[in-house]
C-alpha cells in the first residue's frame, strides 16, 4: 500500500465518520484500514483522529490534514489522466480568497459563467481583506492589490487598478471643488487605515513619472473600503479609491471626480500561488479565467 493509498483511505474514513463504513466503501477488511490510518498517525507524528465506540472525527490536525490530502488525491488524480484523457477538463475544488470588494462585485457575479464552463471543478471562495497564509491555510491561490512583499510565493501579474479621486455632491457644495493638489490643504479626507498595519495612507498624486503624497486632515478613520465609500457617500470627505468600485456611484452622479489630472499610481493586482514545479489545471484554467475577468472590469 502506498502513501496515497494511505491519504485516501483517511480521506474516506473522514468522510464516512467511521472505519467500518470506510472498509466497505472500499472493499477492505476493517483492519486494513484502521492500520492505514495508524501507519499515517505514525509517519506524520500527531494524532490525527478521535476515536469512539459511535464515531470517528478528525482532530484539529487532523482537520488541516484531511483538507490537504484532498488536495493531494486531486492532484494525482488529474496527473494519472493527463495524457490518457486529454480532452478532459480539469476537475476537483478549488480553494481561492480575494479582497471583499473584488469577490462581491466582480468575481461573485460571474462564477455561474465559470462553473458552467468547468462543471468538475467545485470553488471554496474566501472573501476577505485579511492576508491569507496560503500554505497554513490549505488556500490554492490568493488575489491580492498593491505592492506585495518578499513572501517566497508564486506571483501573476494580472492587472492594474486606476484609482479616481471623489467626493459627494453635498460635500463640494460645502466646502468648493478642489482642482489642484494645492487646494487640498483646504480640504477633508476620509482616512483609511491598513487592516494589516494599522497605517493611515497619505493622500497620493502623479506629476509625470514623480508620485507625491501628503497626509490629508480628516475627523473619520475607517479600516475597511465599504467603510470608506459609505463615509464619503454621507459627505464626510475625499476618498481616493479604484475606479470600478465606485463606477455606478459615479454613473449615478451620488459621487463626482475630482482632480481627474492629478490621480494615485494604478495598484497592481497580482495572483498568488504556493511555490509548485507544476500548477494543477483547474488553478490555471481559473487564473486565466479571472484574469480576463478582471482586466475587463477594471478598464477606464
Not at 459615479?250 to 514545479?277: C, F, I, N, W
Request: hydrophobic letters at 40%.
Amino acid at each position: 500500500m502506498d502513501r496515497i493509498d494511505r491519504f485516501r483511505i483517511f480521506a474516506r474514513v473522514v468522510d464516512a465518520a467511521s472505519f467500518t463504513r470506510a472498509a466497505d466503501m472500499l472493499g477492505l477488511p476493517r483492519s486494513s484500514v484502521s492500520a492505514a490510518v495508524a501507519e499515517l498517525e505514525g509517519r506524520v507524528g500527531a494524532r490525527l483522529l478521535h476515536r469512539t465506540t459511535r464515531k470517528v472525527s478528525p482532530t484539529q490536525d487532523g482537520a488541516a490534514f484531511y483538507e490537504r490530502c484532498l488536495r493531494v488525491i486531486a492532484d494525482v488524480e488529474e496527473t494519472e489522466g493527463l495524457f490518457r484523457q486529454r480532452s478532459a477538463k480539469p476537475s476537483g475544488k478549488l480553494r481561492i480568497d480575494v479582497p471583499g470588494r473584488i469577490g462581491r462585485l466582480v468575481v461573485a457575479p460571474a462564477l455561474p459563467a465559470f462553473l458552467d464552463e468547468y462543471p468538475e471543478i467545485d470553488i471554496d471562495l474566501g472573501v476577505t481583506d485579511r492576508a491569507v497564509n496560503l500554505i497554513e491555510e490549505s488556500v490554492d491561490c490568493v488575489l491580492r492589490v498593491g505592492p506585495l512583499n518578499d513572501s517566497g510565493l508564486i506571483a501573476r501579474s494580472i492587472g492594474k487598478l486606476p484609482l479616481v479621486n471623489v467626493a459627494c455632491p453635498s460635500y463640494l457644495a460645502s466646502h468648493g471643488t478642489p482642482r489642484t493638489p494645492g487646494d487640498l490643504s483646504l480640504h477633508w479626507a476620509v482616512n483609511y487605515a491598513s487592516p494589516s498595519t494599522g497605517r493611515v495612507e497619505p493622500w497620493e498624486w502623479m506629476d509625470g513619472d514623480t508620485m507625491h503624497t501628503l497626509p490629508l486632515r480628516g475627523r473619520v478613520t475607517v479600516n475597511s473600503a465599504e467603510a470608506y465609500i459609505a463615509c464619503c457617500l454621507a459627505g464626510l470627505g475625499l476618498i481616493q479609491v479604484p475606479a470600478y468600485d465606485v463606477r455606478h456611484h459615479l454613473h449615478s452622479g451620488a459621487l463626482v471626480e475630482v482632480m481627474p489630472d492629478y490621480r494615485a499610481k494604478p495598484l497592481p493586482a497580482t495572483l498568488l500561488y504556493p511555490h509548485r514545479q507544476h500548477l494543477s489545471r483547474r488553478v490555471q484554467v481559473f487564473a486565466d479565467w479571472l484574469e480576463r475577468l478582471l482586466k475587463k472590469a477594471f478598464a477606464p
